[in-house]
């Protein structure tokens, strides 16, 4: 057994490596910028963990958000691995021993925000030291056209200016043609190798139902018969998570809201209830998902439609992340189109954030209405062929009988001609 088995077998209790990781995870050693797009559940986060535990040095990571950080950290410490967060929710006190452990070279991976990472005196420090390879999680909030643009993320090609010798990694699991090629123009990576995994979960069934009057009643009676399985109910707002917990509590079915609107203990203390399958139910905003480590997710209902396939793709893919049978319903009408419309023309400053908002608006709206084979024109939105039919959604299989089958995948690694 190699070097690289070794450490994925004796710190991540793996005999072998997903799709790609073992071959972003040489390159990488081997010096050369990466940009890798794998599914939710695809182990992206290995890609840059393995090669932290090779040899001597950092390995600095940014991620979005402090809930993911401290969930990464606390697992990799029980694991044996020196990680440490640095962010806003550090005190003085943490901060000043987590720097001095850096100096000493016993931190072997640290994950930081955008904001943190380009700050003149982080970049200064970060000199100073052994950095061996630099990881961009959730790489698509750096473009414009991804669906979760963040300002500060634009910023982080200054990190291949002041470290150009180190090599990059550019981590998400939804990104289109366009929002790859952006990806790597933005983080100015240098001819990386590019590695985009199939986007087919071929144990998840797609379902589309109209949003009528008696669309809680169609879902109250879906939850009952899926009694003792946990599943996850997505809305648009806080009230509405909120509302739709406490009503269907009131109707039998436990569940429990998430929003970031509740305090921090009250969404970690729903977030543990749920992983420890104490409430089988959790009515959430898109807030909810971001790192949940839960493999028996056996539904996930979009009670709300949401305004883009990548976030609808990354949300339902939460769902059956154990390889099992799982439902992804979304109830959809054209009321709930509008009201997207309206944000979009009432919120976003400039035309050009309006029109990619429309467009993939109107990308969600008509995978929703398509008569066709809903599997496919989800995957052709991210660039991927597949045969129909797929006898996995509510197009190919109406009576709900039928499951996903095996079928060939179209797998393969590509290389841009430029960074």
Same mark, same amino acid.
Request: aromatic share 8%; with cysteine; charged share 25%.
């Given at each position: 057994?190699?070097?690289?088995?070794?450490?994925?077998?004796?710190?991540?209790?793996?005999?072998?490596?997903?799709?790609?990781?073992?071959?972003?995870?040489?390159?990488?050693?081997?010096?050369?910028?990466?940009?890798?797009?794998?599914?939710?559940?695809?182990?992206?986060?290995?890609?840059?963990?393995?090669?932290?535990?090779?040899?001597?040095?950092?390995?600095?990571?940014?991620?979005?958000?402090?809930?993911?950080?401290?969930?990464?950290?606390?697992?990799?410490?029980?694991?044996?691995?020196?990680?440490?967060?640095?962010?806003?929710?550090?005190?003085?006190?943490?901060?000043?021993?987590?720097?001095?452990?850096?100096?000493?070279?016993?931190?072997?991976?640290?994950?930081?925000?955008?904001?943190?990472?380009?700050?003149?005196?982080?970049?200064?420090?970060?000199?100073?030291?052994?950095?061996?390879?630099?990881?961009?999680?959730?790489?698509?909030?750096?473009?414009?056209?991804?669906?979760?643009?963040?300002?500060?993320?634009?910023?982080?090609?200054?990190?291949?200016?002041?470290?150009?010798?180190?090599?990059?990694?550019?981590?998400?699991?939804?990104?289109?043609?366009?929002?790859?090629?952006?990806?790597?123009?933005?983080?100015?990576?240098?001819?990386?190798?590019?590695?985009?995994?199939?986007?087919?979960?071929?144990?998840?069934?797609?379902?589309?139902?109209?949003? *009528?009057?008696?669309?809680? /009643?169609?879902? #109250? @009676?879906?939850?009952? =018969?899926?009694?003792? !399985?946990?599943?996850?109910? $997505?809305?648009?707002?806080?009230?509405?998570?909120?509302?739709?917990?406490?009503?269907?509590?009131?109707?039998?079915?436990?569940?429990?809201?998430?929003?970031?609107?509740?305090?921090?203990?009250?969404?970690?203390?729903?977030?543990?209830?749920?992983?420890?399958?104490?409430?089988?139910?959790?009515?959430?905003?898109?807030?909810?998902?971001?790192?949940?480590?839960?493999?028996?997710?056996?539904?996930?209902?979009?009670?709300?439609?949401?305004?883009?396939? *990548?976030?609808?793709?990354? /949300?339902?893919? #939460? @769902?059956?992340?154990? =390889?099992?049978?799982? !439902?992804?319903?979304?109830? $959809?009408?054209?009321?709930?189109?509008?009201?997207?419309?309206?944000?979009?023309?009432?919120?976003?400053?400039?035309?050009?954030?309006?029109?990619?908002?429309?467009?993939?608006?109107?990308?969600?709206?008509?995978?929703?209405?398509?008569?066709?084979?809903?599997?496919?024109?989800?995957?052709?939105?991210?660039?991927?062929?597949?045969?129909?039919?797929?006898?996995?959604?509510?197009?190919?299989?109406?009576?709900?009988?039928?499951?996903?089958?095996?079928?060939?995948?179209?797998?393969?690694?590509?290389?841009? @001609?430029?960074?």
């Amino acid at each position: 057994m190699d070097r690289l088995h070794l450490i994925l077998q004796r710190y991540f209790g793996h005999s072998a490596f997903n799709l790609y990781q073992r071959e972003i995870i040489e390159d990488l050693l081997a010096g050369r910028d990466v940009l890798a797009v794998l599914a939710t559940g695809g182990g992206k986060s290995l890609c840059y963990q393995v090669p932290a535990l090779v040899g001597d040095g950092v390995v600095l990571v940014i991620s979005p958000l402090i809930a993911l950080m401290k969930d990464q950290v606390d697992d990799l410490q029980a694991r044996g691995v020196g990680a440490e967060a640095l962010n806003s929710s550090g005190s003085y006190a943490a901060t000043r021993r987590i720097l001095s452990e850096l100096k000493e070279g016993l931190i072997q991976i640290l994950y930081v925000s955008p904001e943190k990472a380009v700050g003149e005196d982080f970049i200064d420090l970060m000199a100073s030291l052994p950095v061996t390879l630099i990881a961009v999680d959730e790489a698509h909030c750096i473009s414009m056209w991804g669906h979760q643009f963040r300002p500060e993320y634009r910023s982080l090609s200054v990190l291949k200016e002041r470290f150009p010798g180190v090599p990059m990694v550019a981590l998400t699991a939804t990104a289109t043609p366009d929002v790859r090629d952006d990806i790597a123009r933005q983080l100015n990576l240098s001819d990386p190798s590019v590695y985009v995994g199939s986007f087919n979960r071929e144990n998840l069934r797609y379902v589309v139902v109209g949003k *009528e009057e008696d669309a809680y /009643e169609r879902l #109250r @009676a879906y939850l009952r =018969g899926r009694r003792g !399985d946990a599943g996850i109910v $997505y809305v648009a707002t806080r009230d509405g998570a909120e509302t739709l917990a406490a009503r269907l509590r009131a109707g039998g079915i436990p569940a429990l809201p998430y929003h970031a609107g509740m305090t921090a203990a009250a969404r970690r203390e729903t977030q543990d209830r749920f992983i420890g399958g104490k409430v089988p139910v959790v009515c959430a905003t898109s807030a909810f998902g971001m790192g949940i480590d839960k493999p028996d997710v056996r539904f996930v209902v979009h009670y709300d439609m949401p305004k883009t396939l *990548e976030a609808y793709y990354q /949300e339902s893919g #939460r @769902a059956g992340r154990d =390889g099992k049978e799982s !439902d992804c319903i979304l109830y $959809y009408s054209d009321e709930d189109a509008r009201r997207l419309r309206s944000f979009i023309d009432r919120d976003l400053a400039s035309e050009f954030q309006r029109k990619v908002a429309r467009s993939k608006l109107q990308s969600m709206v008509d995978y929703c209405t398509t008569t066709e084979c809903r599997r496919k024109a989800l995957l052709g939105y991210f660039g991927e062929r597949i045969e129909e039919p797929c006898n996995g959604c509510d197009a190919c299989a109406p009576a709900g009988k039928a499951r996903p089958r095996s079928g060939r995948r179209k797998r393969g690694a590509t290389r841009p @001609a430029s960074g």
